[in-house]
């Protein structure tokens, strides 16, 4: 059938009409110029509304002569791009009640409706400063984000406390920061006092923006400090809040163990880059997990029971090793990509599997040097590492190296299928490709050389600078050929660029171990489950489940992903009775009989309740490390001298 022309004057009208053209961009937020500010801005910041959640902030800002003389537009920044989350995941959205002042008078301001971070303020003629109070709406309760303030204890991360004026490198403006702390507490940065605070209230010498945004706070009612300083007389302390007082209550041989990570650290790296270092440690089920690294100090959480529970919180205890490393690996050198002029230009994050990757590797060998974990869980840590990422079926169209712009792409959200999806895998992916590097050169050099040698030679530069220092691919594989020689460029290009069906395990294969799975779980899995209030079944029925019986994840192409199982889902019997994990370990190591009917999991998705019958008879399967493990010993062993007997001895 024909179709039907438009009336002869409907058509003459659509003609005459004009297509709609895009509307031009607003003029650019001014670039960042290095050049001094000028003028020092004072930021005070009020933490006492503990029942609100909310922090309070006022900034005296002395304007650029220029813009004093004429008045006019006068841009500040709230910062987006935070180093160590790789990513625009400043947390805007809580900032709150924004007023601007000038002579007692308010000056209207007006957000940037392309770069949503940007506040234009008009400012008039001969103004010579703004007043500027704001405050942070932190979350309530972790439905809402991470939780930043609780009765007992708070976190001041500066970057969400704080607007600078856009146009300038943020090492080129400095800050004068106080902060007001609930009366009786105490607390831990890497910040100084300048000693003009009183009662509650402390004020810290003035510093660039860059220093004050990589120096965090964690104040707290219940609070210790314990000294780590080694013999070269750098200052080195564990600021630990937690809960509860009792939660305090450490070992001197736990202490030890702290020590000798900073021992071993300074024996590896035979540098530090920090005038002095502040592990800040909250020990907390009601302030918002966190592990992040800072150039003089990191921010850690762990299990109330870290120290009273010493023999069971191992699964975590490569973090502060981790965030220590970053001050060499990811703070003083950094990709080049990852290094911006200020907090609001964009970062690329190619260079991830060496500045979080390497991290990673660190962290567990140290981990392992200090004490902080024995030499067996260390290596049950890595063949669940192994494990894993050899089951990831998302390698086999993913590029590890495409995983390094997953911070931008899912900025740290859930995903439906991790394991399909792939997700931050620079880190322990990234970290099998280090221990593939490491034994490599110890095979190459006749044991005479490691990838210790390239941490001394790439981390250890310029000794005492807290200045970053960047670098690209080639330098990598330059310095890795200075150790070694080798083809390092194509070593890394295979590893890193191409697709494959199982993960770079010739770190172990190389000495003669392998990963095996048989059906008692490790101590490191019993521990790491544990903290995470999870039931570990990934390499069996190819799931894990909350302690609340909800399906954390499905691994893809495994007996449960095979019959429709998704996470989210609450798994609410087997095979008619209530589901119970040692239950369910008993059904599946029941169905080992080949003749067993499939095992019925009755699961509630939302208001939906349906049963699904999995066909599985391969029983319990728990990653280990079988055969020779003698060169993973050698990786492991601690430098220098004797690790002044903390090991297992620490939780006596």
């Given at each position: 059938?024909?179709?039907?022309?438009?009336?002869?004057?409907?058509?003459?009208?659509?003609?005459?009409?004009?297509?709609?053209?895009?509307?031009?961009?607003?003029?650019?937020?001014?670039?960042?110029?290095?050049?001094?500010?000028?003028?020092?801005?004072?930021?005070?910041?009020?933490?006492?509304?503990?029942?609100?959640?909310?922090?309070?902030?006022?900034?005296?800002?002395?304007?650029?002569?220029?813009?004093?003389?004429?008045?006019?537009d006068f841009v500040l920044l709230y910062p987006m791009w935070l180093p160590g989350n790789h990513s625009p995941s400043g947390t805007i959205d809580q900032l709150g009640g924004l007023t601007v002042k000038a002579d007692g008078k308010i000056i209207p301001w007006l957000?940037?409706?392309?770069?949503?971070?940007?506040?234009?303020?008009?400012?008039?003629?001969?103004?010579?400063?703004?007043?500027?109070?704001?405050?942070?709406?932190?979350?309530?309760?972790?439905?809402v984000g991470r939780v930043v303030m609780t009765d007992t204890m708070e976190n001041v991360q500066w970057s969400a406390v704080s607007l600078y004026p856009a146009g300038y490198f943020t090492r080129q403006i400095m800050v004068h920061p106080s902060v007001t702390f609930p009366a009786g507490w105490s607390y831990g940065t890497a910040l100084r006092s300048d000693?003009?605070?009183?009662?509650?209230?402390?004020?810290?010498?003035?510093?660039?923006?860059?220093?004050?945004?990589?120096?965090?706070?964690?104040?707290?009612?219940?609070?210790?400090?314990?000294?780590?300083?080694?013999?070269?007389?750098?200052?080195?302390?564990?600021?630990?809040?937690?809960?509860?007082?009792?939660?305090?209550?450490?070992?001197?041989?736990?202490?030890?163990?702290?020590?000798?990570?900073?021992?071993?650290?300074?024996?590896?790296?035979?540098?530090?880059?920090?005038?002095?270092?502040?592990?800040?440690?909250a020990l907390t089920n009601k302030l918002g997990g966190i592990g992040l690294e800072h150039h003089q100090s990191s921010e850690n959480s762990g299990p109330r029971g870290y120290f009273t529970h010493w023999d069971k919180t191992f699964g975590m205890r490569d973090l502060l090793a981790h965030e220590f490393t970053h001050s060499w690996n990811g703070k003083y050198r950094r990709p080049d990509g990852l290094w911006a002029p200020d907090f609001n230009t964009p970062q690329r994050g190619t260079g991830l599997w060496v500045y979080e990757g390497q991290t990673q590797y660190w962290g567990y060998i140290l981990a392992a040097r200090a004490g902080l974990m024995t030499v067996p869980q260390v290596k049950d840590a890595l063949a669940e590492v192994a494990a894993v990422y050899d089951n990831r079926q998302g390698r086999q169209w993913r590029p590890l190296i495409d995983t390094t712009n997953d911070p931008i792409i899912a900025q740290r959200?859930?995903?439906s299928w991790r394991s399909w999806q792939r997700s931050e895998d620079y880190y322990s992916e990234g970290q099998l490709v280090w221990l593939d590097a490491d034994t490599l050169i110890r095979k190459l050099s006749g044991n005479t050389k490691s990838l210790n040698d390239f941490a001394k030679a790439f981390f250890g530069t310029n000794n005492g600078s807290v200045v970053t220092s960047t670098y690209n691919f080639d330098e990598i594989v330059k310095t890795l050929?200075?150790?070694?020689?080798?083809?390092?460029?194509?070593?890394?290009?295979?590893?890193?660029?191409?697709?494959?069906?199982?993960?770079?395990?010739?770190?172990?294969?190389?000495?003669?171990?392998?990963?095996?799975?048989?059906?008692?779980?490790?101590?490191?899995?019993?521990?790491?489950?544990?903290?995470?209030?999870?039931?570990?079944?990934?390499?069996?029925?190819?799931?894990?489940?909350s302690k609340k019986g909800s399906v954390s994840e499905v691994l893809w192409g495994s007996p449960?992903?095979?019959?429709?199982?998704?996470?989210?889902?609450?798994?609410?019997?087997?095979?008619?009775?209530?589901?119970?994990?040692?239950?369910?370990?008993?059904?599946?190591?029941?169905?080992?009989?080949k003749d067993a009917a499939p095992i019925e999991l009755l699961l509630r998705d939302g208001e939906r309740y349906h049963t699904v019958a999995v066909t599985y008879h391969g029983g319990l399967r728990y990653p280990h490390l079988d055969g020779n493990t003698q060169l993973l010993d050698t990786v492991l062993a601690p430098l220098g001298a004797q690790n002044d007997a903390a090991g297992s001895a620490a939780g006596k």
């Open positions: 059938m024909a179709l039907a022309c438009a009336p002869q004057g409907l058509a003459a009208e659509a003609s005459a009409q004009s297509q709609p053209m895009p509307l031009p961009l607003p003029p650019a937020v001014p670039a960042p110029q290095d050049v001094p500010f000028g003028s020092t801005i004072a930021l005070s910041v009020d933490g006492t509304d503990l029942a609100r959640h909310i922090l309070s902030m006022k900034e005296t800002i002395p304007l650029p002569t220029r813009i004093a003389q004429k008045g006019g957000r940037d409706t392309v770069t949503v971070s940007a506040f234009h303020i008009d400012v008039p003629q001969g103004t010579k400063q703004l007043e500027v109070s704001y405050q942070l709406l932190t979350p309530v309760s972790p439905k000693g003009t605070g009183s009662g509650s209230k402390v004020s810290f010498q003035p510093v660039s923006f860059n220093t004050l945004v990589d120096s965090p706070i964690f104040a707290g009612k219940y609070f210790r400090k314990f000294d780590l300083t080694q013999d070269d007389k750098v200052s080195v302390t564990l600021n630990v809040m937690a809960d509860q007082p009792q939660d305090l209550a450490a070992t001197d041989a736990q202490i030890q163990a702290h020590k000798n990570l900073v021992k071993q650290a300074n024996l590896l790296f035979g540098s530090h880059h920090y005038a002095h270092y502040d592990f800040l440690l959200s859930p995903e050929n200075a150790v070694q020689p080798y083809d390092w460029a194509k070593f890394l290009h295979e590893r890193l660029y191409n697709t494959s069906t199982h993960a770079p395990l010739d770190g172990f294969t190389r000495g003669g171990a392998n990963v095996v799975y048989t059906e008692k779980p490790s101590d490191y899995v019993k521990s790491y489950s544990d903290l995470r209030h999870v039931s570990d079944f990934m390499f069996s029925l190819g799931l894990t489940v449960a992903w095979q019959v429709g199982v998704t996470r989210d889902q609450d798994l609410v019997a087997v095979n008619g009775v209530s589901y119970d994990p040692d239950a369910l370990q008993d059904e599946i190591t029941n169905a080992k009989n």
